[in-house]
């Protein structure tokens, strides 16, 4: 996990200032093609092992309105 992050922070340094890589909002297909790949995705909380924490917007979309997860986003609940 470290290291996929580590890479992802080289790549939008953006998501280690904002503490957050917003997960998109998956199509059927998308669905579909991650699935087939292995990574386990539950349709219902969006919820991801941190080694697909860079499944995520490039370029860099952070805001909240960006991520699937803001509905049950910690993050945001701390800070509201």
Not at 16 to 30: D, H, I, Q, V
């Amino acid at each position: 996990c470290e290291l996929c992050m580590a890479g992802l922070r080289l790549l939008a340094p953006e998501v280690e200032k904002r503490g957050c890589a917003a997960l998109p909002e998956f199509s059927e297909s998308m669905f579909r093609l991650l699935q087939e790949e292995g990574v386990r995705l539950n349709r219902h909380s969006r919820a991801l092992d941190c080694r697909y924490g860079v499944i995520t917007h490039y370029p860099y979309k952070g805001d909240c309105a960006a991520c699937s997860l803001a509905h049950q986003c910690a993050g945001l609940r701390k800070n509201a």
